[in-house]
């Protein structure tokens, strides 16, 4: 006889359960890396962030 394996079921479970946080999570880490990729040296230069920090 075989015997039982109980990571299928609770892989099963637990994706049922948490699919939309990890959706969200991956959704939300695309935006903000392609926001991040889309700023160049010009844009950090007139950032008041950017100045506020700079000499820190």
């Known amino acids: ?5 109980p990571w299928p079921v609770f892989f099963r479970r637990e994706w049922n359960r948490n699919w939309p946080f990890l959706v969200g999570f991956a959704v ?3 935006i903000i890396t392609k926001l991040s990729l889309g700023l160049t040296e ?3 230069k007139n950032s008041r962030f950017v100045q506020r ?4």
């Not at 920090?53 to 820190?56: R, S």
């Open 42 to 44: 010009e844009d950090a």
């Open 53 to 56: 920090h700079q000499g820190k």
């Open 1 to 5: 006889m075989r015997k039982f394996d």
């Open 28 to 30: 939300t880490g695309a």
